[in-house]
């Protein structure tokens, strides 16, 4: 049966990520060796970060003054990270969700967190105060788990950070109004394993702090991401998912599929009695559809993911602090598979509809 991938992460790669990692896991760029072999200081990896690299500036349209960084760690590991190397004092911290809640946490162990909350993680703080002497301001763009996103950029007059692990490259963003933007791969980019990191260079060096080299931005800044061995295998992954990104028309064109598939699905939410949408509708992500069965028909959930399973669909479970469905629909994820949820749905109304 054929298998629809709505996992919210690791999650849907290209199909040309996956086909081109495999010839580079076979034969790496007609070396003879796998990619999982050579060494991360050979000239046909180097070239690899480079072109990667340039991609990612190329697609994103990074101004000059900016490091692109591929880490380990994970986003989590950025949590910390960030405010070792930004912070002297205090920080704000805008708490949309379960992964903001966590680099909050982190930020703590370095200075004061001014904490903006929404009533609740179903809706996004619109308006925000920023005190002048905080050392920067953070946000998380996509919330994966409560499916609430910002569709636009702010501007703040302090710097700005962003975890945009499950929205980076769905739409063009405007790079220069941010300071550092990361996120971990594996939800809209490669398999897990690699973090990206995009750095306005002059925000550094501002903390007295000491600081481990490896925690340090500055060592791979200097390094060109290979201070140590990078994750050879998921950036060269990231890098055919970039290919992919350019051949497909850049940001736009995929900005224009996310929109198309999001809002067939929301539209099907919408109307379908039997199911309801979560979150305030102006913040409806754009990633991860997250709806629930109303009222009347709430004891029928178990049923309608067992049914949604038995024709295919993978990972719609919503996240356990949710409950419910959640569908991601990542850059990777064909229209065609929003259909065929879609018609689950519209079969499940009728067959129940009939009893
Ligand atoms: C998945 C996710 C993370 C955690 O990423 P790791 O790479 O597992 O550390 C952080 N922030 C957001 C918004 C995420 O979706």
Known sequence: MKKYNFYAGPSILPQFTIEETIKGLKN???????????????????????????????????????????????ASMQFAMVPYNLMNKKAVYVNTGTWSKKAIKEAKIFGEVVEVVADDFFSLPKNIEVPSDADY?????????????????????????????????????????????????????????????????????KVNREIPTMLKYETHINKNSM???????????????????????????????????????????????????TVAKEDRSLMNICFVMTEEYKKLEQEF??????????????????????????????????EELIQTMQDFEAEHLAD
């Open 305 to 338: 993911l067992k049914y949604a399973t038995e024709r295919g669909m993978v990972g719609i479970k919503g996240h356990r602090s949710v409950g419910g469905f959640r569908a991601s629909t990542y850059n990777a994820l064909p229209k065609e598979a929003v």
């Open 137 to 205: 301001i953070h946000i998380t763009t996509n919330n994966t788990i409560y499916g609430t996103e910002y569709k636009d950029d702010f501007d703040f007059d302090i710097p700005l950070v962003a975890d945009m692990s499950s929205n980076i490259f769905s739409r063009p963003i405007d790079v220069s109004k941010y300071d550092i933007i990361y996120g971990g791969a594996q939800k809209n980019l490669a398999p897990s394993g690699v973090a990206f990191v995009i750095i306005k260079d002059e925000i550094l060096g």
């Open 28 to 74: 790496f760029a007609g070396t003879g060796l796998s990619i999982a072999e050579v060494s991360h200081r050979s000239k046909e990896f180097d070239a690899v970060i480079e072109d990667a690299k340039s991609l990612f500036k190329e697609l994103l349209k990074i101004p000059e003054g900016y490091s692109v960084l591929f880490l380990g760690g994970g």
């Open 227 to 277: 201070f140590n061995t990078p994750p050879v295998l998921p950036i060269f992954a990231a890098y055919q998912t970039l290919r992919w990104i350019k051949n497909l028309g850049g940001l736009e064109a995929l900005q224009k599929m996310n929109e198309e598939k999001a809002k067939l699905l929301y539209d099907e939410i919408d109307r379908n009695p039997f199911f309801e949408g």
